[in-house]
């Protein structure tokens, strides 16, 4: 399922993005580097209160009434270092920032003073029992999903650390299905990075299938600023 069909379905970007609480004015600028198939930066545009928006894209460029494409060419932090801008924002795109200190100098050049960073970079697992399903499936399946998100997460944090203040942690919680989950983790920004391919995807998450359980996303979000 793609993002487009699947955000018809869930409305899970909608919900993250509600839960971001974003203020912006019509004099600020604001990027999207989600990889999302443009749904955070339409996002954006219906909130109506930013002079600009770039979209960051690696494929499907299209054109879109108010929000300016911005193709990668060469690399990511390449293409980042070219624009300028008050908000910076991925919404489940992280794993796309390779090389990750050149991205992260990037980010930094990229905002001007007093720019914000808002990055989702992935959603725990909980049961109504407070399980943390992730590292259940990870330790089953034998194979370290749920560490690979968590180090991601870390080394991300860290690095921002090195260059921009005030680094914060936050979640955003949601509730959510088994069908959701898998639609989030089998596209693009996820699937690539964390699974070897479909026959994997799809056994990590069978001890789940028939457990008739009520879950919980909770996006681990971290915001930074520029001074």
Not at 33 to 54: H, M, P, Q, W
Not at 65 to 83: C, E, H, K, M, Y
Request: aromatic share 14%.
């Amino acid at each position: 399922m793609n993002f487009t069909k699947a955000e018809e379905k869930f409305l899970t970007y909608l919900k993250i993005f509600d839960g971001l609480n974003i203020q912006g004015n019509k004099n600020l600028t604001v990027c999207d580097i989600s990889f999302n198939d443009y749904l955070t930066a339409g996002y954006l545009k219906e909130k109506k209160v930013f002079g600009r928006i770039y979209n960051v894209a690696f494929s499907n460029i299209k054109t879109i009434d108010g929000i300016i494409s911005v193709p990668v060419q060469g690399n990511l932090a390449f293409t980042i270092n070219r624009l300028k801008c008050d908000l910076l924002i991925s919404m489940g795109g992280t794993y796309k920032f390779q090389p990750l200190y050149d991205v992260i100098h990037s980010l930094h050049r990229c905002l001007n003073l007093a720019g914000r960073l808002i990055l989702v970079v992935y959603p725990d697992i909980y049961d109504e029992y407070g399980k943390d399903i992730l590292n259940g499936l990870s330790q089953i399946s034998q194979n370290a999903v749920k560490e690979k998100l968590n180090r991601w997460f870390v080394t991300l944090k860290n690095s921002l650390s090195n260059i921009f203040v005030d680094v914060k942690e936050e979640t955003i919680m949601q509730e959510t299905s088994l069908e959701e989950i898998k639609a989030i983790f089998g596209n693009d920004n996820y699937f690539n990075p964390l699974f070897k391919d479909n026959e994997f995807f799809e056994s990590f998450f069978k001890p789940i299938e028939t457990a008739n359980k009520k879950y919980t996303l909770s996006w681990r979000v971290i915001r930074a600023l520029k001074i």
